[in-house]
Nanobody
Framework: QVQLVESGGGLVQAGGSLRLSCAAS????????MGWFRQAPGKERELIAGITWGGSSKYYADSVKGRFTISRDNAKNTVYLQINSLKPEDTAVYYCAADRNRSWPPIASLFGSWGQGTQVTVSS
């Protein structure tokens, strides 16, 4: 199992930007498709972005399309989520996760390794 650690969250004003990072341990990072999820208070966790093991294909939920960008650097065992034009409704805990099945399009239930999450709070 890959171990994941997110960072980069914080408090930001609406319209601002953040770059989240997710560092993976181990030498098998390229074995996994990666995803970013978020969970807002009182809501279910949702898959918002995904990227294939080589980075050639990307998925975005409609709620973030055009504002969020997922990328990965396999040499650094890291996946990123660039978040622009933040809105108060983007406030949530953001998690990265790994899918060893390499399902595509990504299937949320197949992500089996999770980080601890990083809080993003957007003030209006």
């Amino acid at each position: 199992q890959v171990q994941l650690v997110e960072s980069g969250g914080g408090l930001v004003q609406a319209g601002g930007s953040l770059r989240l990072s997710c560092a993976a341990s181990g030498r098998t990072f390229m074995s996994y498709n990666m995803g970013w999820f978020r969970q807002a208070p009182g809501k279910e966790r949702e898959l918002i972005a995904g990227i294939t093991w080589g980075g050639s294909s990307k998925y975005y939920a409609d709620s973030v399309k055009g504002r969020f960008t997922i990328s990965r650097d396999n040499a650094k065992n890291t996946v990123y989520l660039q978040i622009n034009s933040l809105k108060p409704e983007d406030t949530a805990v953001y998690y990265c996760a790994a899918d060893r099945n390499r399902s595509w399009p990504p299937i949320a239930s197949l992500f089996g390794s999770w980080g601890q999450g990083t809080q993003v709070t957007v003030s209006s």
